[in-house]
Nanobody
């Protein structure tokens, strides 16, 4: 069992930056690919970014490419989402997720085994 705890959300103005963190339990963090997703009110959960087990590859949604950066520190069992140039449309509940092992499809919610409770990001115009 893996527990994920997100933090770092908040209320910011358009153009500001935030760094989200997702701390995980367990000693096998590097066995998991990690992803960030978000869900705005009335909308489906959508992919934001993902990173492979040792950080060799990263993936981004087109809507955040060039503004957001995903990274991980396996020594700290933590994955980060650095968000720059925030826009009001980035407002959502942000979730991190863990997917055991290898395989494609890191942009799909269905491939992930564990989810956090989410952290709210609100961007005012």
């Amino acid at each position: 069992q893996v527990q994920l705890v997100e933090s770092g959300g908040g209320l910011v103005q358009a153009g500001d930056s935030l760094r989200l963190s997702c701390a995980t339990s367990g000693r096998t963090f590097d066995s998991y690919a990690m992803g960030w997703f978000r869900q705005a009110p009335g909308k489906e959960r959508e992919f934001v970014a993902a990173i492979t087990r040792y950080g060799a590859r990263t993936y981004y949604a087109d809507s955040v490419k060039g503004r957001f950066t995903i990274s991980r520190d396996n020594a700290k069992n933590t994955v980060y989402l650095h968000m720059n140039s925030l826009k009001p449309e980035d407002t959502a509940l942000y979730y991190c997720a863990a997917r055991y092992g290898l395989g494609p499809g890191l942009s799909r919610t269905s491939v992930y085994d564990y989810w956090g409770q989410g952290t709210q990001v609100t961007v005012s115009s």
